[in-house]
């Protein structure tokens, strides 16, 4: 009889201590960001400028109880961001078991204008060559480290106006690429890659690998977006624009800038800059194929 009491005492003790913990307050970043495990989400809810917050990072790493879409990003971010071997079906059955709520994801990034205006943010001086020579002169290359993360750094800052959200991109690639897995490996055969998807995604998945047209292509899918890639070879001064137009939408294209290997955003330095359109087209037999037109 004593020792069921005390048995019974101890765990009641153990419960009032898990409840007795004061819940932590919401940041400001995430205080209206919606909650992605939340069937029920309203994706017509005003949001929250998710760039306010400069220190995503810190608060990702050691505050993930505080996300409103927690569980998500914490699986992913745990299978994304490691060094440690993990096969390619345990990533895809990790991502399938998710679907619904990146799904939900995918929903909320689309409705998330882009940035304009190049205000508040550091010139990469180098590009001023590629500004000229594709006649963008209102655009600003907006400078990024070169840490093979640059292309989803220039679409965070695009969009949030922080770089720190490149992770969000590359978990859109790869959700992207599952969800189109057979498309994907036709442009693999097609153009005669060297590897196949299961290494696409074992790269993508890295948090220093730099992105391939691939996943331009996958993220141009993501967010619906016509992807604008301004290239420029300085040497030989000339143009390497390319067109990813794997979407309906032909307005509000997003517009990177490409010098040897690293990609910067272009935002505007006026309060309605426009971009020449990009002719060239590169993947339009696959693009016909995926809109199915």
């Known amino acids: 009889m004593n020792e069921k009491s005390s048995s019974n005492q101890k765990l009641e003790e153990i419960w009032m201590d898990k409840n007795s913990r004061p819940k932590r307050e919401k940041s400001t970043f995430y205080k209206n960001v919606p909650s992605f495990l939340n069937n029920n989400l309203d994706l ?118 922080s770089r720190e959200l490149f992770f969000l991109f ?26 196949n998807l299961e290494k696409l995604i074992q790269r993508t998945r890295k948090k220093n690998e730099c992105a391939c047209e691939l996943k331009i292509i996958s993220l141009s899918i993501f967010l619906n977006k016509t992807i604008l890639v301004f290239g420029y070879d300085p040497k030989d001064s000339y143009q390497l624009n390319v067109k990813y137009a794997f979407c309906g939408v032909t307005e509000n294209c997003l517009p990177i ?8 955003p272009l935002l505007s330095n006026v309060d309605d800059g426009v971009l020449p359109d990009i002719q060239i087209d590169l993947y339009s037999e696959y693009r016909k194929k995926f809109l199915k037109i």
């Open 257 to 264: 800038g490409f010098i040897i290997n690293h990609f910067v």
């Open 170 to 195: 590359k978990l859109g690639s790869i959700f992207t690429i599952f969800e189109n897995e057979y498309f994907f490996i036709d442009i693999l055969n097609g153009l005669k890659y060297e590897f």
């Open 44 to 161: 017509n809810q005003e949001q929250t400028n998710l760039h306010e917050c400069s220190e995503f990072s810190e608060i990702f790493e050691n505050n993930l109880t505080s996300i409103g879409y927690t569980e998500v990003l914490k699986e992913l971010y745990k299978i994304m961001c490691t060094d440690n071997e993990i096969s390619f079906q345990q990533i895809k059955m990790i991502f399938e078991s998710y679907k619904i709520n990146l799904g939900k994801f995918r929903e909320f990034i689309r409705g998330v204008n882009s940035l304009n205006k190049s205000e508040g943010h550091i010139v990469d001086e180098t590009f001023f060559g590629l500004l000229k020579i594709n006649n963008i002169l209102n655009f600003k290359p907006i400078s990024v480290p070169k840490d093979g993360n640059c292309f989803y750094e220039s679409l965070s800052i695009l969009y949030f106006g």
